[in-house]
């Protein structure tokens, strides 16, 4: 083995540039990997990894999510609480979407699709008192 003299003038080095462009996207790569999760920063999160997620076409503060245990949890991003829950499947929640009238659709390995009317009820005047009843169909 023979020891090889280096240059470090940046200009005699034509892929330094893209060197140091790999270098600040595994950076970047690995602050994602270790970040902490969307969903488990809001209440109490999921007990299992969130796979399928749905934000409600009409209002910009609902938002549904699901895991791999089979819960689907419905949020509130405004005040950052979960409004309702269930566990709606015996499976990982693959896929959810909200229709137009406010129905949430999950489906699940376990080759179910549930389908959910979410009402509001009114205990109050005030917004935090409201409550989301569920039915499962």
């Not at 007990?47 to 895991?67: C, I, M, N, Q, W």
Request: some cysteine; hydrophobic content about 40%; charged content about 25%.
């Amino acid at each position: 083995m023979e020891k090889t003299a280096r240059n470090l003038d940046p200009a005699l080095h034509p892929f330094a540039r893209a060197r140091e462009y790999v270098r600040a996207m595994n950076a970047t790569k690995l602050e994602r990997v270790f970040a902490a999760p969307f969903i488990s920063q809001i209440g109490r999160g999921h007990e299992d990894g969130v796979y399928a997620f749905a934000k409600d076409p009409t209002s910009l503060e609902r938002f549904a999510s699901g895991s791999g245990d089979g819960v689907v949890k419905v949020w509130d991003l405004s005040d950052q609480s979960e409004v309702w829950r269930t566990q709606a499947h015996s499976n990982i929640v693959k896929g959810m979407a909200w229709t137009r009238d406010r129905k949430l659709l999950s489906c699940s390995n376990d080759k179910a699709i549930k389908y959910v009317t979410l009402r509001v009820e009114y205990f109050g005047s005030t917004r935090s008192a409201n409550r989301l009843k569920g039915f499962i169909y």
